[in-house]
């Protein structure tokens, strides 16, 4: 158990609705990252945010969105859903922004699919 | 960040030691090597990271070259259990947002 968890696990819905995934980082982490795994992608990094603000961003769409909260839960918001866009999401924490000793740490993941 | 080449899928007997190599010979000076792996859909699992000397946990050792182009993920006496995929990582620890990027990896498959 990494300690970073992840709702739903699983979730079904149609094309053209829109979903949130939430995410609550390890106790005392401050970044969380969001990253999109498909069959044909592999894992790819959609964005980061550090103690409230984005710090980075991916190839995340711009159907999606994400923010986090001052308590340092993150949610992403997934819009105008499309049959691609049926994967797992992977939330990540880790305590700072940069440094050696910044490991990041992944939740087991949401399965999004879309019908 | 620095690209990573590993061989796409490698084969262990179980109880022996797995050695998994990665090339990355565009490593720079403030970069450090991650090794994380990856069990069939579950979330990617931290092993081990690295600057230049060889590194040592529960999990597994991390041998990084001199010149640093180069490094293997040595499982000691592998199980079952760490049939994965396993991903080589070379990380920048400043600016660019500290993210990891992932390649494609290498499936290790343990057999009895």
């Known amino acids: 158990d990494s300690g970073v968890t992840q709702t739903p696990k699983h979730l079904i819905t149609a094309t053209g609705q829109r979903v949130t995934l939430r995410c609550s980082p390890r106790?005392?982490?401050?970044?969380v990252y969001w990253y999109q795994q498909s069959l044909d992608q592999g894992l790819q990094f959609l964005i980061q945010?550090?103690?409230?603000?984005?710090?980075a961003k991916g190839n995340i769409l711009e159907r999606f969105s994400a923010q986090q909260f001052p308590d340092l839960h993150s949610e992403l918001n997934l819009s105008s859903l499309e049959l691609g866009d049926s994967a797992l999401y992977f939330c990540?924490?880790?305590?700072?922004?940069?440094?050696?000793?910044?490991?990041?740490?992944f939740g087991e993941g949401s399965w999004l699919t879309v019908v | 960040d620095a690209k990573t080449t590993q061989p796409p899928s490698m084969d262990c007997a179980e109880g022996r030691a797995a050695n998994l190599p990665c090339n990355h010979s565009?490593?720079?000076?403030?970069?450090?090597v991650y090794w994380y792996r990856q069990i069939h859909s579950q979330g990617p699992q931290y092993i081990i990271h690295?600057?230049?000397n060889n590194e040592t946990n529960e999990m597994a050792s991390l041998i990084i070259t001199e010149d640093r182009k180069s490094s293997t993920l040595i499982l000691p006496h592998a199980t079952l259990r760490d049939t994965a995929v396993y991903y080589c990582?070379?990380?920048?620890?400043?600016?660019?947002?500290?993210?990891?990027?992932f390649g494609t990896g290498t499936q290790l498959k343990v057999e009895l």
């Open positions: 990582i070379v990380r920048p620890l400043a600016g660019g947002g500290n993210k990891l990027t």
């Open positions: 945010y550090y103690n409230g603000e984005e710090r």
């Open positions: 690295g600057l230049k």
């Open positions: 106790s005392g982490d401050l970044s």
């Open positions: 990540a924490s880790s305590p700072q922004d940069r440094g050696s000793g910044n490991t990041i740490y």
């Open positions: 565009t490593i720079s000076g403030n970069e450090y």
